[in-house]
């Protein structure tokens, strides 16, 4: 066993030795496998050390570094055996038991590369060679960067503008096989033209890059010399002015799905990507640019601007372009800026008007006519129904207004008076509900008769209805036994004055309105007695013998405008009052009684002579006939006052009356004279005779002009008598220069003068 031993480590000392002498021929000697590791890694060398047959074994393993052995293992004697030069720090480690042995080298170092061959001998087989050519790599350097000047730069370059070319050299010193350096744009290869550089031991790659948005994200430089591991990269940011390639506006708050509703603030979002530097973002509603509501907060990693707008709605921004605009201030104004663009749609409760259709009244129509009317409306979303109300009550379908009230337009054929009132309609949509202000319709009809032809005082009255209010009337007036006569006023008023001809009959009226709309159908109609409009009896007269005849004297009463006197004879045949004479008297004016200084004006109307049993009458009278006639009879006393002397009737006493009258005139004038002085310091005293009632009514028939047949007090006769002025007594001119029957008006200081007597 000893000799065995030592036998061995003698062989393998020769071999050892030997084989330092025969190299290894890669090929001739044994196939060569390539084996790459990098610098300061392990890596493993295997050799196959089976022996082919069962009856053959293992004799020995050597491991040679370019025919250096550093490794060897004897089977016989179990012993390893390591290089002290090479196995530095417990670097080398063998796996004899594993098959194929393996022998693993760690923290390689660059000397390490070499060719490694592997020999293994059997006790019977021949002796077997492996080799492995391996090749440790060493890895260059980090990749730095030079401008086109030289200079170094680091981690950050720029800026630039889009579009801008980027010339820039990517430098790499050392590396084992010598490395390749490629430019990337993230995982993109933009540019792999490397080559060597003019300092020694250093490559390059000069980049020429026309920048754009995408391929200046995320600049990297990679220099790679094995698959072993990843290259080494050196990353390169490149400030690059950009505008926003997307701007988008977002509704976040007060809105229904994209509908913003009218008065309801709602807010909007604004996002703007990829603008370097940050951007400004700006509203604009229209043209109307938003400064107050907005804000803006900028995300600098992903450069992101968001800038929110409250906003409130009004009807009329419905369709307006709300526009987000977001401007790169570090950028050419022509390409510096990105908008979104949304048109609103503002909802709002429906906004209504109530028109009425036709001929451009605007609230007028005739009977008749078509009443069209229109609820105008202006909504979003549209109007879902419709509504009408008149009077401020809600129109359900009925007779008057047919069997649809829900639509956008009304429509009476035929209107009626009934349907003049207040209308006003509502629209609702999804929003709400509105309602017009109400809209008064006025229907026109013609004129018709109300309550007829009315007399107050002197006028007539034409009542009737009409819209508008009548203007014209046309009348036709036709007083009893005249011709018709044909008025036309303004006014419903037709004063008498306008009439000619004498009232005291019966008048025909009628009259016909009209206010433009249509000629009334009927006329009114009524037939008048003006009696009422005579003036009142006379109720202050007397009697008195003045100027040689009979005077009837009464106080003016209102309203007359002349007088009448009678004189009533008893028939000598039957005991009736017959007309004997008749005359006016009087000036006409019936403010008589408010003039005149001291007392009150007198009507006289001379009655000629009067004979015991005679009645004087008196009546007031206009152009609507006379009053009741006021009766008096002459007293004894008057009678005898108006006795005619004796000398009137002898023809021989007229030479002596001459000369006797004239001296009694002369002494009697005087007498007078004096009396008049003191009887005008008396007050006047007018007595009144009042008659009973019989003979009221017997004279009243009197006063119409007419007498038929009537009473008296004394008898029944049927006197007739037309005023007849023949039969009026011839007048005595001499004393008393005025005609019996002529108006007249009293001299205003005139009065009683002479004679003065009572009646009884
Ligand atoms: C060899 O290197 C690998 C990876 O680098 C490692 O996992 C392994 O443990 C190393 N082996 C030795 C023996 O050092
Ligand atoms: C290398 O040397 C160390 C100690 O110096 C030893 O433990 C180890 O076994 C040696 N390697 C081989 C393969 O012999
Ligand atoms: C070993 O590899 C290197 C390249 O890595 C080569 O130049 C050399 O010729 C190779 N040797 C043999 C023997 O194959
Ligand atoms: C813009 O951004 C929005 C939301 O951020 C996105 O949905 C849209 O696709 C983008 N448009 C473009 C052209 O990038
Ligand atoms: C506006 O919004 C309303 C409610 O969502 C909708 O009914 C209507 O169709 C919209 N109008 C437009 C023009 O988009
Ligand atoms: C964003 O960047 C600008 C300058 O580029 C800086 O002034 C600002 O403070 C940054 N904002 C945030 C939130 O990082
Ligand atoms: C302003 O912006 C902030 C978020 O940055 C937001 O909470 C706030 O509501 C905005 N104000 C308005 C008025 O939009
Ligand atoms: C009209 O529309 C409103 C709102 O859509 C609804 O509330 C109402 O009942 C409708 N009226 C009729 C008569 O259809
Ligand atoms: C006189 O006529 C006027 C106007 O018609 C009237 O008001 C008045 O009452 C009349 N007087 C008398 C006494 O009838
Ligand atoms: C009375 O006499 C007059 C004639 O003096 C006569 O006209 C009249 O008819 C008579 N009347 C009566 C009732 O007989």
């Known amino acids: ?276 530097p940050s951007p400004d973002i700006l509203w604009w509603l229209d043209h109307r640019h938003l400064s107050q509501h907005s804000n803006q907060s900028i995300i600098n990693s992903s450069n992101t601007a968001i800038s929110h707008l409250e906003l409130t709605p009004s009807v009329g921004d419905n369709g307006a372009t709300l526009a987000c605009i977001a401007t790169n201030s570090a950028m050419a104004p022509d390409r510096n800026s990105k908008a979104d663009v949304v048109v609103l749609n503002v909802t709002y409760s429906p906004l209504v008007e109530i028109i009425k259709e036709g001929d451009g009244r605007l609230n007028e129509i005739v009977e008749l006519d078509t009443l069209h009317l229109t609820c105008d409306s202006k909504a979003n979303p549209p109007i879902e129904n419709y509504t009408w109300f008149f009077n401020d009550i809600e129109m359900k379908p009925n007779s008057i207004w047919g069997s649809v009230t829900n639509t956008q337009t009304l429509k009476i054929l035929e209107v009626e008076r009934k349907h003049a009132g207040r209308y006003s309609c509502a629209a609702a949509n999804s929003v709400g509900e509105t309602r017009t202000e109400a809209l008064s319709i006025i229907v026109y009809y013609p004129p018709e008769c109300a309550k007829g032809i009315t007399l107050v005082k002197e006028t007539l009255k034409c009542n009737v209805n009409g819209l508008p209010e009548p203007d014209t009337f046309f009348w036709h007036i036709q007083p009893s036994g005249e011709e018709i006569q044909h008025l036309t006023t303004g006014s419903p008023v037709l004063p008498l004055s306008q009439v000619t001809g004498g009232l005291s009959g019966l008048l025909e009226a009628s009259c016909e309105a009209g206010n433009g709309i249509a000629s009334q159908d009927k006329p009114c109609k009524r037939v008048f007695s003006l009696e009422q409009l005579r003036p009142p009896q006379p109720q202050q007269c007397d009697l008195a013998y003045e100027y040689e005849e009979f005077q009837m004297r009464c106080v003016p009463v209102e309203n007359a405008t002349y007088y009448e006197v009678s004189v009533w004879r008893m028939s000598t045949s039957n005991a009736s009052l017959l007309l004997e004479r008749r005359g006016s008297m009087g000036f006409g004016v019936s403010q008589a009684l408010a003039q005149g200084g001291g007392g009150p004006w007198l009507v006289r109307g001379p009655l000629g002579t009067l004979k015991m049993g005679d009645e004087a009458a008196a009546s007031a009278c206009n152009r609507y006939g006379c009053s009741r006639p006021l009766l008096l009879r002459p007293s004894e006393n008057l009678l005898d006052a108006a006795v005619t002397p004796w000398w009137k009737y002898k023809d021989v006493g007229i030479s002596v009356g001459a000369i006797v009258l004239v001296v009694l005139f002369i002494t009697s004038t005087s007498l007078l004279i004096r009396l008049i002085r003191r009887s005008r310091r008396k007050v006047p005293v007018i007595q009144v005779l009042q008659l009973d009632d019989v003979a009221r009514d017997y004279l009243d028939t009197i006063g119409e002009h007419k007498v038929h047949a009537s009473c008296s007090l004394r008898s029944c006769s049927s006197g007739y008598s037309d005023g007849s002025t023949e039969s009026a007594p011839a007048v005595d001119r001499r004393r008393k220069p005025r005609t019996l029957w002529e108006w007249e008006p009293p001299p205003p200081d005139v009065t009683l003068t002479l004679h003065r007597e009572s009646a009884v």
């Not at 670097?91 to 038991?97: G, H, T």
Request: charged residues 20%; glycine residues 6%.
């Open 1 to 276: 066993m000893d000799r065995r031993m030592r036998v061995s480590a003698a062989l393998i000392f020769f071999m050892t030795t030997l084989m330092t002498i025969a190299a290894f021929v890669p090929g001739a000697d044994g196939p060569v496998s390539r084996q790459d590791a990098l610098e300061g890694g392990n890596t493993t060398l295997l050799c196959d050390s089976t022996p082919d047959t069962a009856d053959d074994e293992l004799m020995l393993l050597v491991w040679y570094k370019d025919n250096a052995p550093i490794f060897s293992f004897d089977a016989r004697t179990e012993t390893k055996w390591s290089s002290i030069t090479f196995n530095t720090s417990k670097r080398l480690q063998a796996d004899i038991r594993q098959q194929p042995t393996a022998l693993v080298i760690s923290d390689l170092r660059g000397d390490d590369q070499a060719l490694y061959h592997c020999r293994v001998d059997f006790l019977l087989a021949p002796t077997r060679n492996i080799g492995v050519n391996l090749t440790v790599i060493v890895l260059p350097s980090q990749p730095f960067f030079l401008d086109e000047l030289g200079n170094k730069v680091e981690n950050k370059i720029g800026p630039y503008h889009e579009g801008d070319t980027l010339v820039l050299s990517c430098l790499v010193i050392g590396g084992r096989p010598p490395p390749r350096i490629s430019w990337y744009s993230g995982e993109d290869l933009v540019d792999a033209s490397d080559g060597v550089s003019d300092i020694p031991g250093v490559r390059e790659n000069e980049l020429y890059l026309p920048l754009t948005r995408d391929n200046a994200q995320s600049l990297s430089c990679r220099a790679t010399n094995t698959q072993l591991t990843r290259p080494v990269i050196t990353a390169l940011e490149i400030e690059l002015y950009l505008p926003a390639y997307n701007v988008s506006i977002l509704w976040v708050g007060g809105t229904d799905g994209d509908a913003l509703q009218a008065g309801k603030p709602a807010v909007a979002r604004c996002i703007a990507h990829g603008s370097y």
